[in-house]
């Protein structure tokens, strides 16, 4: 393990973590047990949806900061791509975001299904928005395979920069569609300027969601990142390993 | 400039002549298009519904035919290096983008309009003279922009493993617009539904945006897919 660290200048015996990660974990742990209590019990049901209205807490969370996520990739690649130092931190930043934004996307398309069977009578609808937001997780998906498709660290880099931002192409459609094509799905409630309709608790509960996920969000692409960080470290000593192996056969010979 | 489109016109030209003598686009690709034709109209089971689904199902028919095109044409340039040989010698990226792309759309064009033919006939689909200007415009922007999704993304997998399956998820959720707008228009063209060819035309404009997109976007990321 020590020869690992050396190689690579990451200890692998030593935690993902930090003392800064761990007062995010924990904060962010807080968040989330306050967001149960506020959208379990303290808020009240809505006067038409009734009780399904609390899924919107997890619902428009991880919706947006998924978009955030990929944003947060797009960005992360162009660094990457443009900046002269090609720094392959960036690359591990785009991927954990990625990865987490995939994550979160599925649990978009999750709670919005079972929104939708309680208001709508369907766990699906033909919807613009609704469907654009699949073809993105799909897009991601395949973004995520792209990153394993072998070769060196900076093939890889490379590689899923570009596709990261030939897919982020795809949010503004994602977002604008919902007024391009005749709709079912509710239309933005939060964002329509000036023309907030919910109940004060309600708001701040939706709000206290999203801070709860974005912490979240930090606390795991953090984690992630390092996590790749040691992932490459290991094949790259598993490289040094095998050619230097190859050099001793080379010299018994 | 004019070097770019001296090797565009040099691969374009090499890649329809290897379709041509191996006839694998006649052979294989166009039954192949054929029994999903077929087959779709198995599981569809009603002649009304065939009709008005017929500019759907060709669209998508045109689709599952692009990958396997795709495919093809960068497995015979991988098999024997000829991309890398090509990158050793100094040539071009973009000629190459440029290249494939007309062949791939040549190749989509040919086969759409026997994949017509066969919509007419199977699906008794009566195309009226006034859309015949909507279909023709309609098919070639839409050949278009799938041969260019074809060719950027066939670039980034072509030296992969398992791109057979890589491919289909890569282009998939991107060519969505296009199978959309496509399949709109052509049933304006073809009067499916009561809608009117005027209907259609704006379309064509959603494709040819998508198709100038990805012509800039695949001249950039293109070479730098294939330098790796």
Do not use: C
Not at chain 1, 32 to 39: S, W, Y
Not at chain 1, 93 to 109: C, D, H
Not at chain 1, 121 to 141: K, N, P, Q, S
Not at chain 2, 122 to 137: K, N, S, T
């Amino acid at each position: 393990m020590s020869t690992l660290a050396a190689a690579d200048g990451v200890a692998a015996t030593t935690p993902t973590g930090t003392r800064f990660t761990k007062y995010l974990g924990a904060f962010t742990l807080a968040g989330v047990a306050l967001l149960l209590l506020l959208g379990l019990v303290s808020t009240p049901a809505d006067q038409n949806q009734g009780d399904s209205v609390r899924i919107m807490y997890v619902h428009v969370p991880t919706a947006w900061i998924a978009y955030l996520a990929f944003v947060v990739t797009a960005i992360a690649s162009a660094m990457y791509l443009f900046r002269s130092a090609h720094s392959i931190s960036w690359d591990r930043i785009a991927g954990a975001s990625a990865e987490i934004g995939v994550l979160y996307m599925a649990l978009t398309l999750i709670t919005g299904s079972l929104w939708g069977r309680l208001t709508w009578g369907v766990f699906w609808e033909w919807d613009a928005r609704l469907t654009t937001t699949a073809f993105l997780f799909v897009t991601y998906i395949g973004y995520l395979a792209v990153r394993r498709l072998g070769g060196t660290h900076d093939q890889r880099a490379k590689r899923s920069a570009i596709v990261a931002l030939l897919a982020v192409l795809e949010i503004p459609l994602v977002h604008f569609s919902v007024r391009i094509w005749a709709s079912l799905h509710q239309e933005p409630t939060v964002l329509r300027a000036g023309d907030v309709k919910m109940d004060g608790l309600m708001l701040f509960t939706l709000f206290w969601g999203v801070v709860t996920f974005t912490l979240m969000f930090v606390w795991l692409v953090v984690h992630r990142q390092r996590v790749i960080t040691m992932e490459d470290a290991i094949e790259s000593l598993g490289l040094d390993t095998a050619l230097e192996a190859r050099r001793r056969e080379g010299q018994t010979v | 400039m004019n070097s770019v489109m001296t090797l565009a016109k040099a691969v374009a030209t090499k890649d329809l002549r290897t379709e041509f003598r191996s006839r694998v686009v006649t052979n294989q690709v166009l039954p192949f298009a054929g029994v999903v034709l077929l087959l779709f109209a198995f599981a569809i089971d009603s002649d009304s519904t065939l009709a008005r689904v017929s500019s759907g199902l060709v669209w998508m028919t045109t689709l599952f035919s692009m990958l396997l095109i795709t495919q093809r044409s960068f497995d015979l340039e991988t098999a024997d290096g000829a991309l890398d040989a090509l990158r050793v010698a100094g040539a071009d990226m973009r000629g190459v983008f440029v290249g494939k792309s007309g062949a791939l759309i040549a190749q989509l064009l040919a086969l759409d309009i026997v994949l017509f033919f066969l919509a007419v006939i199977l699906f008794r689909v009566e195309p009226p003279a006034a859309g015949l200007g909507l279909l023709v415009v309609t098919t070639v922007l839409a050949a278009a922009t799938l041969g260019l999704i074809g060719v950027t993304y066939g670039g980034l997998a072509a030296k992969a493993k398992g791109r057979e399956t890589l491919l289909p998820l890569l282009i998939l959720p991107v060519v969505a617009p296009v199978v959309i707008a496509a399949t709109r228009a052509t049933e304006s063209a073809l009067g499916v539904g009561g809608r009117k060819v005027s209907e259609g035309w704006p379309w064509t404009g959603l494709l040819g945006f998508t198709a100038v997109a990805f012509a800039v976007v695949g001249l950039f990321a293109f070479p730098a897919l294939i330098e790796e």
